[in-house]
């Protein structure tokens, strides 16, 4: 089956062209980069900021570049290092276990923001036994904001009480049904699945079974695959429309997540929201 990946501020930044504004800019403060131990001049370092996302950009000798892309709450979403015939990038699963990144400091005032990084990145995201470098550095930038045509696309809920924020996703296959997976840089993902992007307006009870639910995963280390946990609660599709070329759907949810291996390994999912693209 076909996986294709969407990275959601990459879309908002096609969108911005003609309606981004710049409400800081500068030199930065401090930008230090390493690759396998050896220091790496940095030049042109920029920091834009698209609603609670932020991407980091950098270029290095050689016609290399390095890209971090993460959000206001520190999730990091994807460190990328560019050379001229390969782009390496952190695990793409439960980041937090297998890439450093901080976000040390944001200034939302002054538009000023600071992150720190360490680990390990890979000539393919998902094979940790694939070609491998070292990174780490630190980026003190002041930053630009820029206005989406499309505001408030992404998910969140919280997770056995915690918040819980989406920074990527993708869809398995296609063909008028939904199959949507949510990750964000811990163990967790959530599983969208609609019998349509057709689907119409209203509340859904589910079960593991229906055709229209979520889902909560959980990330196993021993065998680098997520475990899907059973479910039942409530999906309420509040609107569907189409919009700007693509059909926006935006809803709330609420479930318990059973792991099937474990009967009192039972997690609540709660204050659920989403507004997506399709």
Same mark, same amino acid.
């Given at each position: 089956?076909?996986?294709?990946?969407?990275?959601?501020?990459?879309?908002?930044?096609?969108?911005?062209?003609?309606?981004?504004?710049?409400?800081?800019?500068?030199?930065?403060?401090?930008?230090?980069?390493?690759?396998?131990?050896?220091?790496?001049?940095?030049?042109?370092?920029?920091?834009?900021?698209?609603?609670?996302?932020?991407?980091?950009?950098?270029?290095?000798?050689?016609?290399?570049?390095?890209?971090?892309?993460?959000?206001?709450?520190?999730?990091?979403?994807?460190?990328?290092?560019?050379?001229?015939?390969?782009?390496?990038?952190?695990?793409?699963?439960?980041?937090?276990?297998?890439?450093?990144?901080?976000?040390?400091?944001?200034?939302?005032?002054?538009?000023?923001?600071?992150?720190?990084?360490?680990?390990?990145?890979?000539?393919?995201?998902?094979?940790?036994?694939?070609?491998?470098?070292?990174?780490?550095?630190?980026?003190?930038?002041?930053?630009?904001?820029?206005?989406?045509?499309?505001?408030?696309?992404?998910?969140?809920?919280?997770?056995?009480?915690?918040?819980?924020?989406?920074?990527?996703?993708?869809?398995?296959?296609?063909?008028?049904?939904?199959?949507?997976?949510?990750?964000?840089?811990?163990?967790?993902?959530?599983?969208?699945?609609?019998?349509?992007?057709? /689907? @119409?307006? %209203? *509340?859904?009870? =589910? +079960?593991?079974?229906?055709?229209?639910?979520?889902?909560?995963?959980?990330?196993? !280390?021993?065998?680098?695959?997520?475990?899907?946990?059973?479910?039942?609660?409530?999906?309420?599709?509040?609107?569907?429309?189409?919009?700007?070329?693509?059909? /926006? @759907?935006? %809803? *709330?949810?609420? =479930? +318990?997540?059973?792991?099937?291996?474990?009967?009192?390994?039972?997690?609540?999912? !709660?204050?659920?929201?989403?507004?997506?693209?399709?």
């Amino acid at each position: 089956m076909r996986i294709t990946k969407f990275i959601s501020f990459l879309f908002l930044v096609a969108l911005t062209a003609s309606c981004s504004s710049s409400d800081s800019g500068g030199s930065s403060t401090e930008s230090t980069f390493a690759i396998n131990g050896t220091n790496v001049a940095v030049t042109g370092p920029l920091a834009q900021r698209s609603e609670d996302t932020f991407v980091i950009s950098a270029d290095l000798p050689n016609n290399e570049s390095i890209q971090i892309e993460f959000n206001k709450y520190g999730n990091l979403a994807e460190f990328s290092y560019w050379t001229d015939t390969d782009v390496f990038k952190n695990f793409q699963y439960y980041k937090t276990n297998y890439f450093n990144f901080s976000l040390i400091s944001l200034n939302e005032s002054a538009h000023t923001v600071k992150v720190s990084f360490s680990g390990t990145i890979y000539a393919d995201e998902n094979d940790m036994t694939s070609a491998a470098k070292q990174v780490s550095g630190t980026f003190d930038l002041p930053y630009v904001v820029n206005t989406p045509l499309l505001t408030g696309l992404g998910l969140n809920c919280k997770i056995a009480g915690s918040s819980w924020y989406e920074t990527q996703f993708w869809d398995n296959g296609f063909g008028g049904g939904v199959d949507r997976k949510y990750i964000s840089d811990d163990d967790k993902r959530i599983i969208m699945v609609f019998d349509s992007e057709l /689907i @119409i307006p %209203g *509340t859904y009870t =589910f +079960t593991t079974g229906s055709n229209n639910k979520m889902q909560l995963g959980k990330y196993n !280390t021993a065998t680098n695959m997520y475990a899907d946990y059973n479910t039942s609660g409530t999906l309420t599709i509040t609107s569907n429309i189409p919009g700007f070329g693509v059909r /926006i @759907i935006e %809803g *709330t949810f609420s =479930f +318990t997540a059973i792991n099937p291996s474990n009967s009192s390994d039972v997690i609540q999912v !709660t204050n659920g929201s989403f507004k997506t693209n399709f």
